[in-house]
């Protein structure tokens, strides 16, 4: 997106920031892209039901996945956005070793399906609501 007259910078569009919070903040887990990509008190509900705010909030959700899943890998299948707005379908995958939905796992692995929707202003990330297919993630627990 190119800069308007009299700016500095373009923010970025709201499908560069999804991109980008699912390669490097998700990932590749580098806590020094959440600032860039999410607003201070961005609002998070993950598949887990937890809903979180604020850049310390979202991390403790990631941590707490990547404790379980230290390998937790997010794949965006599909990606549309219109005005701020965004929806992505994803492939959640990895390998448990932690305990996730209460169940310990000895290096199973897991891929289950999922849906996200965002919301954008100012060029960060501002709300995202994560919906995912606990029924199959189950399934591979063991």
Do not use: K, Q
Not at 2 to 25: E, K, N, Q
Not at 41 to 70: K, M, N
């Amino acid at each position: 997106m190119p800069a308007r007259a009299g700016s500095t910078l373009a923010s970025p569009a709201t499908p560069d920031l999804v991109r980008r919070f699912y390669t490097d903040a998700w990932n590749r887990w580098d806590d020094d892209a959440v600032p860039e990509l999410l607003a201070e008190d961005f609002v998070f509900r993950g598949s887990l039901g937890d809903e979180t705010r604020g850049h310390d909030g979202w991390r403790g959700y990631r941590d707490r996945i990547r404790a379980a899943v230290p390998d937790f890998h997010n794949e965006i299948v599909e990606l549309v956005a219109e005005d701020g707005r965004a929806a992505a379908r994803l492939w959640y995958s990895g390998h448990l070793h932690g305990t996730l939905l209460g169940r310990r796992g000895n290096g199973e692995p897991i891929g289950y399906g999922g849906a996200a929707f965002f919301t954008a202003a100012g060029g960060l990330l501002t709300i995202a609501w994560v919906l995912g297919d606990l029924e199959t993630l189950r399934r591979c627990l063991p």
